[in-house]
């Protein structure tokens, strides 16, 4: 997926983000961190709310998405906003942020119970920890779409293979209670689209994960064209509706 597609995507879901980082009391001064920041543009919105007397980093595996995140930064003229290239299995802080986010970050990973420790003990005491992540399961079409229903499984199957978790939304809340967090609270964004750049999540995410799905041996070259193909035809109808993955916000607080 190209970084153009990525922040057309990002625009789409932008606003469910904003509110629910908005009931999460962001104050200033505040020192925060955003796991798997992508191109930075949660961590600059972010940093807009914690205003100048706050930091925040943001941290992710791919040096492209963190060029582009300074780059943001610095057309943004935002200071206090800073970006690393990082493992987040490496994060080792301790008692040191006030609030850490992450967004369809756990669902990629084998071991997302690793990473909660890691992040209840990077938060100081009374440190909120706020999540975004998938339950693909809920990722839905109409009319029926056989072609749609194949990509959403093969999503699903493709995590899977590799030792993740598409549906780890359903999940987060038990896991952050199990990792010691309490004052958990979750809600469900999802946006649906009839018309508009929002149709193309499909055929997008398809066309990102065609590539692992051909390396892995899930599905042949010809049967990911063939897919592609229809999730294309079936976004340009103008009875169609596509919806993205369900997505879990949850909000926890370090005991």
């Known amino acids: ?62 040096k492209r998405s963190i060029e582009l995140a300074f780059r943001s930064a610095e057309l943004s003229k935002i200071n206090h906003a800073k970006f690393k290239v990082f493992d987040v299995y490496e994060l080792n802080d301790k008692s040191t942020y006030d609030l850490i986010y992450s967004r369809f970050l756990l669902s990629h990973l084998s071991n997302p119970k690793v990473i909660l420790k890691k992040i209840w003990l990077a938060l100081k005491a009374k440190g909120r920890v706020l999540i975004e992540d998938t339950d693909y399961s809920g990722h839905f079409s109409n009319p029926l779409s056989i072609h749609f229903n194949s990509y959403v499984s093969l999503y699903q199957r493709l995590l899977k293979k590799r030792g993740a978790d598409a549906n780890l939304g359903q999940k987060l809340a ?5 990792t010691g967090f309490v004052n958990v609270e979750l809600q469900i964004s999802q946006p649906v689209h009839t018309e508009g750049k929002g149709k193309l999540m499909a055929e997008i995410m398809f066309d990102g994960i065609s590539k692992a799905l051909i390396e892995e041996g899930i599905i042949s070259t010809s049967a990911a064209k063939k897919i592609h193909s229809e999730l ?14 369900r997505i879990f916000q949850v909000s926890a607080v370090r005991r």
């Open 232 to 245: 294309v035809n079936f976004r340009k109808r103008n009875d169609s509706v596509i919806s993205f993955p």
């Open 174 to 178: 038990w896991l952050l209670k199990e």
């Open 1 to 62: 997926m190209g970084n153009n597609e990525l922040e057309m995507l990002l625009g789409t879901i932008r606003s469910g983000t904003t509110c629910f980082l908005e009931k999460a009391g962001l104050k200033g001064g505040m020192n925060c961190l955003d796991l798997g920041c992508g191109i930075g543009d949660i961590t600059l919105t972010i940093a807009k709310h914690i205003g100048i007397s706050g930091q925040i980093l943001g941290l992710d595996i791919d």
